[in-house]
């Protein structure tokens, strides 16, 4: 049985990766050259989790998320998740 075969959610698999191999890279940005492992990744987006529960979001609540492609994109757009809310991704102004 796979990994794919165990896990059905996104936040299911990530939390998988991190305990298997948390060490990896699992997003590199080429611009700047800086990775965030899967263990980053799972462990930052769970403070932003706790942070939006602290603040009284609620299960199903969307949450607007208006960040550049970047690590904090990524990292809210879990800790929404992990938070049982809705990310709603919206680019930023160009200015």
Do not use: N, W
């Not at 996104?10 to 940005?29: N, S």
């Not at 960040?67 to 049982?84: D, K, N, P, Q, V």
């Amino acid at each position: 049985e796979g990994l794919l075969d165990t896990v059905s959610t996104l936040t299911e698999l990530l939390r998988r990766h991190a305990q298997i191999h948390g060490d990896r890279p699992h997003i590199r940005f080429y611009e700047t050259g800086q990775t965030i492992t899967y263990a980053d990744l799972y462990q930052d987006a769970l403070k932003i989790a706790a942070g939006l529960r602290r603040r009284g979001l609620l299960p199903h609540q969307t949450v607007g998320l208006m960040l550049t492609t970047s690590r904090e994109f990524f990292i809210s757009f879990f800790g929404c998740l992990y938070a049982g809310c809705i990310p709603v991704p919206l680019y930023p102004p160009s200015r």
